[in-house]
């Protein structure tokens, strides 16, 4: 078995009693932020041990939601070109590079959320580009935890954006979606 890092986002009420729901529902592998005395939102720090990174989110989710808390997200994470250059161990420079096209294949991902200064990168995407491209030591296990916290993450915003819609239209949007 692999042990998965990763977080969940969450809403919980307020009470004791959540933290020691989470914990007996089985997130005891997690350090748990929450101010139990106000409620609200909070972040769970996984460590978990599973078969697959699907194993291991899809089980955090679910304990979460027996335990009562609604997971509002998975930690998608979004980078800066200093940050991706820190976990590669290369330089801005080179990070930069690759970013405009002047270093390696071509084709880097583009920004998720493009600004003057700093635009951001979805880990995901950059870390599955740096590991098809041989261009930085990057573990197949960190390319998988990435892709399935994006993946987990768009599946719970849909799931929660699709809430704001009447039942048929929800039910008209996944048939064409299907």
């Not at 004791?16 to 997690?30: F, M, R």
């Not at 041990?49 to 939601?65: H, L, N, P, Y």
């Not at 995901?124 to 491209?133: D, G, Q």
């Not at 390319?143 to 929800?170: F, N, T």
Request: glycine share 8%; aromatic share 6%; with cysteine.
């Amino acid at each position: 078995m692999t042990v998965y890092s990763f977080e969940l986002h969450f809403v919980a009420l307020a009470g004791e009693a959540v933290i020691d729901a989470l914990y007996e529902a089985g997130w005891d592998d997690a350090t748990v932020s929450l101010d139990p005395g106000t409620g609200g939102p909070g972040v769970a720090a996984f460590d978990r041990e599973a078969a697959t990174a699907v194993e291991a989110i899809a089980s955090a989710i679910a304990q979460g939601r027996a335990a009562g808390v609604e997971v509002t997200g998975v930690n998608e994470d979004l980078v800066t070109l200093t940050e991706i250059a820190e976990r590669t161990g290369r330089t801005f420079a080179t990070a930069d590079h690759w970013a405009v096209g002047r270093r390696g294949p071509g084709g880097f991902p583009a920004p998720k959320v493009r600004r003057p200064r700093v635009s951001l990168w979805s880990w995901a995407e950059v870390v599955t580009w740096l590991h098809e491209n041989h261009l930085a030591e990057v573990s197949l296990m960190e390319v998988e935890i990435a892709r399935v916290c994006e993946v987990a993450d768009s599946l719970i915003r849909a799931h929660r954006l699709q809430r704001r819609l009447p039942a048929e239209d929800r039910e008209r949007l996944c048939h064409a979606m299907a």
